[in-house]
């Protein structure tokens, strides 16, 4: 039986800061890390508790879902997760949560407008919310569906993956990615904290306007673009 | 003179998860757990603060609020325990707390509407808010005329206490119950969560609608109907 | 020099109950302490930081503000307190704050409405809110006359001050009390626990009514009437 | 190579301030400390996060940018605060976060309302909210034209930087100053206090007003004014 120790214990890692930033109750959440050049990835096990989770406890499931090791039945969505590995070439890390700020957006199936250099020091755009899929595609292969109605919402939107790293799910709550486990968590803790400026500044002024395109992208750019020269 | 040593840990060890959670300050809750055999239930003594609670102050009452063991003189609310051990046999825990999103639905004298998923993994209705009951009851004997009230409740909405395990008293606050007392905790905090998320939701959008009901049934069955994939 | 070592113990207690119930920031709050034989009271010094607040650092005062003991100034809310110890011979402990959601109802300068049974536990009124003062008062000896805008305010609704230990100051804050610094710093956490209640019911359903009077004399009554049957 | 221990040490204790007052995640604000006699400045490296910010990473810059110490790069903001330093010749720590409610205040663009004695007690104005700037300017020297931005607001409605040690950056966030970096700091917490109560006010009462100015006046007067008794 091959080990997969490294994989294991980055995955037991990310999860275990979802309860350390405030986003996850008891089992709220999952994260996953992939393996790309074995087409594996590493996720929670579906229903455990964070506070007895351990890093063995992680099961590995290749790209069509099959346990490859582990004792335990992975996560109820990790069809979601490989779906969006499979389709997505570029990403290293997912995150689900039902953070509350997130949920609530997402419940009021609402995207997230741009209000600020804060939201656009990670992406330009609002932040989609993906409308709830039909009743056949929830009868049917549900959480391989969430992921097809993630993919449908960023082509509708013509968003690119790369650039925005966030989707909301209506009526659900969040879904975040990255190049790795680290920042798929990180893009949670930062959607929670623009999902809860932004509903503050609804509620302070009704009327607020979206962030000017040119600040948009000025901050954009000094973070993520070729002349970027924020941070080391 | 019995020893109910195990019956008391396990209150005691279900009572002090509330201030941990945040859902209680001071005296503003308590939690019972029951033995089925012994027709006995054991919960907190009234008005103690969470950080001088013992285990061994624990007050064992029987179904006729007699005090069967105890130096303490048991909740003010333990004839609303016992009435509804009395009535619903299937129950192994009760909490009460004054949690602030519960109870602020319950002063609002509103049931918390589905609005997503969140709410759909515990349960397919809307969460009953019980209206507030009449003079007389208020009056007469109010701790047990308060589970009469509960129950009038579900009975008029049609709900099963087997499926619901949460209710609102209007102007007062939740109770919850469970298979065991952590369930019932467990079933506490969520409530919170849920009532939090759900009043969020309605400024984000005041026109915010339930959920849909093929998601309700689809994340309601993946966690409790008969093919339920969720968990280990 | 007399020694008030005790008497500073309590009130240096009692502060620290402050930062510990998340009440106040910085230099933002105060408790006293009264010895009703010696007709001295001690009080935080002024302008003293929570965390290098020291026993020996709190200030003893008569009941004309003049210093008996201690190097330091006194709170400069210490005549506020000096005329509520005179006027109200039945208090043992005075304690001031600029809690988030208590400062917001003196803000918004709205009494609280009584919307629920965690209001009722501790006073059957709406928790009053006493209109900002006169320029002429302001400009002439302010914190004594802080005593007596809370004075006026009692007198003028019809209040007393053994049943309702708190109260809001229109535009500053609020002002609780109780027969011991312990219990005034009681009232401060529930009175924030209260407004905070209460600006969520409003905002859940801007209609909401007070709770009934049958039921806030029920919830008042088993705790402070003649048969009280809550605590020990 | 000179030694700035002092100075580093200095910045890297505010700047530790910052995640342990809740005022920032992750990378999201920066605190710089200035020596005047050297005419240098002492500022958090760019993107490095709290939890692995050490003292001897800090950066120390002169007022034109250069840098004059440190093997990392200086935060992206830089020449905001040595525009800051140059043109306010009487600060001494300039402190710039994404916290909360002020970033609320910002996005919604509303000056914050003197509604109560907590706001008074810092300062007698409104807070101040400057609009974005226009697009030549975002796209040409945008830090340096953020300190100019700063300035332009302050000498439009007629603000004194010694009396107003705060501002929010319309769709931004907040800056803060002060006689030192300390100072600053306490700055960026009593703004955001100020934020969140007076966000509340206006849900609690929409019609709030301002505190009256005899009152604006006593309170400020009291801590600030020749005849200052707050404090020790």
Redesign the interface.
Known sequence: MRNFEHLQSACYEANMQLPALGLV??T?GNVSVVDRELELFAIK????PYESLRAEDIVVVDFDNNVVSGQ??PS?DTKTHAFLYKHWTHIGGICHT?S??A????????DIPN????HADHLTPDIPCAP?MS?EL??GD?EYNTGQQILDCFEEKGLSYREVEMVLLG???PFTWGKDAAKAV?NS??LE?IA??????????PQ??R??P??IQ?HYE?KHGKDA????
Chains 1, 2, 3, 4 share one sequence.
């Open positions: 109750v008891y709220f096990p579906s229903g455990v335990m039945r109820s039902h509350t700020y949920v609530s957006w997402a419940q009021a199936q609402r209000f600020g250099t804060t709830p009743d929830i009868q549900y009526n659900h709550g990180y803790k930062v904290e809860r400026m932004a509903y503050l500044t609804l509620q302070i002024n607020a306007a962030l000017k040119a600040l000025k000094r020269y924020y941070g080391q």
